[in-house]
């Protein structure tokens, strides 16, 4: 039996980090699958998506660097997470930033403008795994590129192209850090079955909720919320009792 804390601690951090604690999740056995950015991912989800406009909303969270033309001595590094860096671009052209991330996996680099992103091994471009525009009430982030960065000891070189003002916003976020497991609600009753999930960064699949215990799926009527009907032989509010 496999234990992980990674995916309780992630799908709480934007909500506490004092609830991020000892708890231990048990890994489900059966149907449930690890979603991948690469295998049916439209859009981030909305737990990495906020997370990154509160650091984008606080002023207390901004650093600011300058870009240089192309990759030299003075390249500034843009390696914090949880911070929006302003980032101020040569005039008119395209600049250049590093980033060095601290854990390996697909670090989503969220910007307030929806210039042009590049990110570079050496010589070689990489291709983002998810690129789409961003609309949240409130938040000066408008698109995100995902990238799937593997090593913690590379200085992968950005581009950044150019940008109304020649200053642009970056807020980069490891997207295994904000996974949320979601259950199949399949008779939708809004109980999601326990033993069909998926643990995501992405948007849920359709009809996957974050509400489970669910222990018939297949009707309606049945679900932890249900009043329990006494005589029968079906425990409808799901309470492994058939007298309550
Ligand atoms: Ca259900
Ligand atoms: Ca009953
Ligand atoms: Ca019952």
């Given at each position: 039996?496999?234990?992980?804390?990674?995916?309780?601690?992630?799908?709480?951090?934007?909500?506490?980090?004092?609830?991020?604690?000892?708890?231990?999740?048990?890994?489900?056995?059966?149907?449930?699958?690890?979603?991948?950015?690469?295998?049916?991912?439209?859009?981030?989800?909305?737990?990495?998506?906020?997370?990154?406009?509160?650091?984008?909303?606080?002023?207390a969270d901004h650093l600011a660097v300058t870009a240089t033309s192309g990759?030299?001595?003075?390249?500034?590094?843009?390696?914090?997470?949880?911070?929006?860096?302003?980032?101020?671009?040569?005039?008119?052209?395209?600049?250049?930033?590093?980033?060095?991330?601290?854990?390996?996996?697909?670090?989503?680099?969220?910007?307030?403008?929806?210039?042009?992103?590049?990110?570079?091994?050496?010589?070689?471009?990489?291709?983002?795994?998810?690129?789409?525009?961003?609309?949240?009430?409130?938040?000066?982030?408008?698109?995100?590129?995902?990238?799937?960065?593997?090593?913690?000891?590379?200085?992968?070189?950005?581009?950044?192209?150019?940008?109304?003002?020649?200053?642009?916003?970056?807020?980069?976020?490891?997207?295994?850090?904000?996974?949320?497991?979601?259950?199949?609600?399949?008779?939708?009753?809004?109980?999601?079955?326990?033993?069909?999930?998926v643990l995501t960064a992405c948007v849920p699949p359709s009809g996957y909720?974050?509400?489970?215990?669910?222990?018939?799926?297949?009707?309606?009527?049945?679900?932890?919320?249900?009043?329990?009907?006494?005589?029968?032989s079906v425990d409808e509010n799901c309470n492994g009792s058939l007298t309550?």
């Open positions: 039996m496999k234990m992980t804390m990674r995916n309780v601690c992630g799908a709480l951090v934007g909500l506490s980090l004092a609830a991020c604690g000892p708890a231990l999740e048990e890994e489900q056995d059966t149907t449930q699958q690890e979603a991948s950015l690469e295998a049916g991912c439209t859009a981030l989800g909305s737990s990495i998506t906020s997370h990154s406009c509160v650091h984008s909303n606080n002023a990759l030299t001595a003075g390249t500034p590094s843009i390696n914090t997470a949880h911070k929006q860096y302003d980032v101020t671009l040569p005039a008119g052209a395209t600049g250049t930033v590093k980033f060095r991330p601290a854990t390996a996996g697909s670090w989503a680099f969220y910007r307030t403008q929806a210039n042009t992103l590049t990110v570079k091994n050496g010589a070689t471009a990489l291709s983002p795994a998810l690129t789409h525009t961003v609309s949240v009430s409130g938040c000066g982030l408008v698109t995100v590129a995902v990238y799937d960065l593997a090593s913690t000891t590379t200085d992968y070189q950005v581009d950044l192209g150019t940008a109304s003002g020649n200053l642009v916003g970056v807020v980069a976020e490891r997207a295994e850090d904000y996974r949320i497991r979601y259950y199949q609600d399949a008779d939708s009753d809004t109980w999601g079955n326990t033993n069909v999930s909720i974050t509400q489970r215990f669910d222990c018939n799926d297949s009707n309606a009527s049945i679900n932890p919320s249900a009043t329990e009907l006494l005589g029968n309550n």
